[in-house]
């Protein structure tokens, strides 16, 4: 049996560990009517908590070009902070989130370093359990809104 002695796939010298803080389980998938996947608070969320942490892999202009032609992947990617023709695909429960005019949460990128960007979901007043928890998107709408 060989011993790997290659780097941490960041490439630094030694691990990076970010602190996500203590991790409750708030948000859970579950269907919206009408509108398909969305995320639903399993427990009272109060306003300004945060709800999920999730890590991002960087899409460039190419890619997410790419990817708009690739549905359902398409519907999935968000806008880069620092290039509206970029993208970020967050992996995990934040891309889960149906838009609203008028959103009980919101979604902020936060520059992790060597770690990549992090979106940070987190709840802009108090959501009950078995509320749909969503965020105003960022970009133009590419399908017709259904309304509650």
Not at 3 to 27: C, H, M, Y
Not at 77 to 93: I, T
Request: glycine share 10%; charged share 25%.
């Amino acid at each position: 049996m060989t011993e790997f002695l290659g780097k941490p796939s960041n490439q630094n010298d030694r691990p990076e560990i970010l602190d996500w803080g203590v991790r409750t389980i708030k948000a859970v998938p579950g269907t919206s009517p009408g509108r398909g996947r969305g995320l639903f608070a399993a427990a009272p969320i109060a306003g300004g908590e945060i709800i999920e942490r999730a890590c991002t892999v960087d899409i460039s202009q190419d890619q997410a070009k790419a990817l708009d032609a690739m549905q359902p992947l398409g519907d999935f990617y968000f806008e880069h902070p620092r290039s509206k023709e970029a993208g970020l695909m967050v992996l995990g429960l934040p891309s889960l989130c149906n838009h609203a005019d008028r959103p009980n949460a919101h979604v902020r990128f936060l520059d992790g370093g060597s770690c990549g960007w992090i979106a940070e979901l987190y709840a802009l007043n108090d959501i009950a359990a078995g509320e749909e928890i969503t965020y105003k998107y960022r970009c133009a709408l590419w399908f017709n809104e259904v309304r509650k």
